[in-house]
């Protein structure tokens, strides 16, 4: 009986490596405080934008507002809407690699702002305000997450290198860091898929 007990006594059976592959899940779907932080400021950073947008913004001079072709959506199609997002997703993601999150954040405040304008613009042409969030809405919120998010995680890298100079982590650049940002990155480039097949196939389909 005793060896038994032995046996099944936790010091005896062989553990698992602290670093296996278990504890990397909670730490995936789990994000870290900075980049939590992060996103919440760039959010609150394009909304700002938008505000700014509807309050100081004006509609293009060059071209009447109340002509068609101003809103025309006919060039718009689910492939050019991916590759501008995508392109905004990567820049967005570079210049917080590179500049720790100062450019994207502007860039982010400029896209609010652009938005901004765009609803001014259509509210002068008298479309209403259902219309326009139905048109904005469904695929701009997944859309402005996917962007907050990969400004935020561009700030990973250069946060781990600052840390390591500054003695507080042991290794320049962690593992599981490396798969944090990848799997956030990746997170960010199918949101902007299936914003932009929301925008193709719905937001275009109501507007006017």
Known sequence: ???MRSLLDSRVLPRRPRNFLYPYPMQLIRPSRTVRSLVGINLGLFLGGVSAGLILG???QGMSVSDPSYYSVESLDFFSILWNNAQVTVLLFLTSLTLLWIIGAFLLVLNGYVL???ILAARAT???WLLIAMTTLPHG???VFAFALSSAVGVVLPLQIINYLR???DRLISRESNVQTATYLALSFILI???AWIEATVSLSVAP
Do not use: F, K, L, R
């Open 126 to 128: 008298g479309c209403s």
């Open 1 to 3: 009986m005793e060896y």
């Open 167 to 169: 003695g507080i982590n």
């Open 193 to 195: 898929v299936v914003a």
């Open 58 to 60: 004006v509609p293009d």
């Open 116 to 118: 901004g304008t765009t």
């Open 141 to 143: 919120a997944i859309e």
